[in-house]
């Protein structure tokens, strides 16, 4: 049945809250699993399930009820020393968090959905009737002077508000955490419904966020509000300039004068403003990291892998519109590395490596973009077995695998249907991961790169853009047409003797050090009308989509520029090579270079991909 409408300011907070508290819940239950002695740790946890606990039974949630409050009771034994957490145990409590999400999910979908909870409560039954475990001094201390949020990590103040927390009680059915007005009327219990499939594909990694809102810093707000005032004196100093222009009343040395320090101050307010604007757009990449360590631990399990997950600036931010892109690469390329690159501890053994593997999970800025690291001191890549796998499954010729450079045999495994296994599995070898992979980086006009060593181990690095809206770019001039290139998907620029061009397949092709490089001269792509002479030098922009390189031959380098996309609008939405257009500065519109179209229509040569 549907939920009721007139609580729907409450039924907000609780969904805000409740989320904020589940989506950091996973990765403190597996910290728990490799830390169960800490108390501070153990009393977040068990304060989380008893907010949402409250919180669903103030507002007649009757199923999240059940299930949180079984829940409670076996983390209160846990907190209190009586039983001896266990990786059995932990399975339990993460299934039950699981079925919490999905409840949750319902209700944020709109809809109260009678699920079947009773096998996951009868799992969490037996554990509240055991024996307690053998006397061990209680690091916990009781919870009930405690704020119902107060987790030691909590966010900074945001302008989104969140209901208010009373205090907690001591009694198992203590009033709710999420204190809600008295008055306010309490929606009916929940009805049958018809079962609806739960949301998220991963264990642990229902999305229960809402893409529509952002939260944000009220000091960001603040800072905001700061530059739109000094925007305001500018814009203000800026008319009264014109108004004594008008009127004749101005000096034409000395407007040339002021007007010059107005143009300055009014570049640096309006770049401060865009960058407070792109940070209320910002949000830590935590977002997507904080579900891997459930991921992995499940894996490992699956597997029968012992892996140490280390994960490394996860405060990093970027922009919105990335962070939701991102999730389903990290995905592939973490169960990659688990499945293909990480050893079973009997193989690490033998080859004298510890028991433990290591996956190291990074995030760092650097200019105007984020790089993403996933690297792990497994097996590496065999270039010999994935050239012969390519070969079996018809994707390239033995001619083609010969003059491949390793870097192109790497690239390989980013081919459609190529897989390395002989048998599909659930994990592996349909041929889709790194493939999806692929495809999700060329969206976000990112670049991807391969390091590996055979029995030492490999490393993916993701070279994603910070923002998709406003963009560093390189100007370029075609026969005197101006284009917009990408600067995050720009590795190197030359100046070269077209005399050093060789045509190969009908492809115009440069050896640069160990690669051969694909060419696309822009004139003919765009059809501009020479203006030039022929002149035997020009310039080589060589741009990276994913995994592959392409040239650009352009007549000559104009500079580096900050610029805005624009859209070209439905009836030019989607003509090849063009990602949007900008305005210049003397009013000129210059069409935005798309590096995936000119990747894929370069490539040819290079590897006779």
């Known amino acids: ?16 809250e409740t989320t904020e508290l589940l989506e950091k819940l996973d990765d403190d239950l597996i910290a728990l699993e490799k830390a169960s002695d800490d108390p501070e740790l153990m009393n977040r946890i068990f304060r989380s399930i008893h907010t949402v606990k409250g919180a669903s039974s103030f507002l007649g949630f009757d199923l999240l009820v059940r299930v949180t409050h079984k829940t409670e009771d076996v983390l209160n034994r846990l907190r209190k020393g009586e039983l001896q957490l266990t990786s059995e145990i932990m399975d339990v409590v993460l299934e039950a968090t699981d079925l919490v999400k999905t409840l949750v999910a319902d209700i944020k979908g709109g809809e109260i959905v009678d699920r079947e909870i009773d096998e996951t409560i009868n799992k969490l039954i037996p554990l509240l009737t055991e024996q307690p475990a053998a006397p061990t001094p209680s690091p916990a201390q009781p919870v009930a002077d405690a704020p119902a949020t107060a987790a030691p990590d909590a966010a900074p103040t945001t302008s989104e508000t969140t209901p208010p927390q009373a205090e907690e009680k001591t009694a198992p059915e203590a009033a709710p955490a999420a204190a809600m007005p008295p008055a306010a009327p309490r929606p009916a219990p929940e009805a049958a419904k018809k079962p609806a499939p739960p949301k998220g594909g991963e264990k642990g990694g229902d ?3 809402d893409n529509t809102t952002v939260r944000v810093d009220v000091k960001r707000l603040d800072d905001l509000m700061n ?10 100093r800026m008319i009264q300039l014109n108004q004594d222009l008008q009127g004749g009343t101005s000096d034409h040395i000395l407007f040339s004068e002021e007007f010059g320090k107005l143009a300055k101050r009014m570049s640096f307010v309006t770049s401060e403003l865009q960058m407070q604007v792109l940070k209320m757009r910002m949000i830590p990449v935590e977002k997507v990291f904080k579900k891997f360590p459930r991921i992995v631990r499940s894996l490992a399990r699956d597997l029968g892998k012992e892996v140490d997950l280390q994960i490394f600036g996860e405060e990093t931010e970027l922009d919105r519109s990335v962070v939701d892109e991102i999730g389903d690469p990290l995905i592939h390329l973490i169960r990659n590395a688990m499945d293909h690159g990480l050893e079973t501890p009997d ?21 105007n973009s984020i790089i993403i690291s996933i690297k792990d001191d497994g097996r590496g890549i065999d270039t010999e077995r994935v050239g012969r796998k390519a070969i079996e499954k018809g994707l390239i010729t033995e001619d083609q695998l010969a003059a491949m450079s390793q870097r192109e045999m790497f690239d390989l495994i980013f081919l459609p249907g190529f897989s390395t296994k002989d048998k599909a599995s659930d994990l592996s070898g349909r041929g889709v991961g790194m493939d999806v992979v692929k495809t999700n980086i060329k ?10 060593e055979k029995g030492m181990g490999s490393e993916f690095i993701l070279r994603l853009p910070l923002t998709l809206a406003i963009i560093q770019s390189l100007l370029v001039e075609v026969e005197g047409e101006i284009y917009s290139i990408p600067l995050a998907s720009v590795l190197e620029t030359l100046r070269v003797d077209q005399r050093e061009f060789h045509v190969i397949g009908g492809q115009e092709v440069l050896k640069l050090r160990d690669m051969v490089l694909p060419l696309v001269r822009l004139e003919q792509v765009f059809n501009v009308r020479r203006c030039h002479d022929q002149d ?17 031959v352009v007549t000559r380098l104009v500079g580096q520029q900050e610029v805005a996309i624009k859209s070209l609008g439905k009836y030019l939405a989607n003509v090849t090579g063009i990602a949007g257009s900008t305005i210049l500065g003397d009013g000129r519109v210059a069409l935005i270079v798309d590096p995936v179209g000119m990747v894929d229509g370069g490539e040819g040569a290079s590897g006779g991909r």
């Open 227 to 236: 530059q739109v005032g000094e925007l305001v004196l500018e814009r203000n």
């Open 347 to 367: 193989e690490r053994m033998a080859a004298g490596k510890p028991r433990t593997g290591t996956l190291v999970l990074a995030a760092v800025h650097e200019g």
């Open 1 to 16: 049945m549907p939920i009721d409408c007139e609580d729907q300011e409450l039924l907000e907070g609780f969904l805000a």
């Open 443 to 452: 969206k976000l006009n990112g670049l991807i790169e391969i390091k590996s």
């Open 207 to 209: 999305d229960l966020s």
């Open 536 to 552: 035997n030098f020009c310039y080589i922009v060589v741009i990276g989509s994913a995994d592959k390189r392409v040239g650009l």
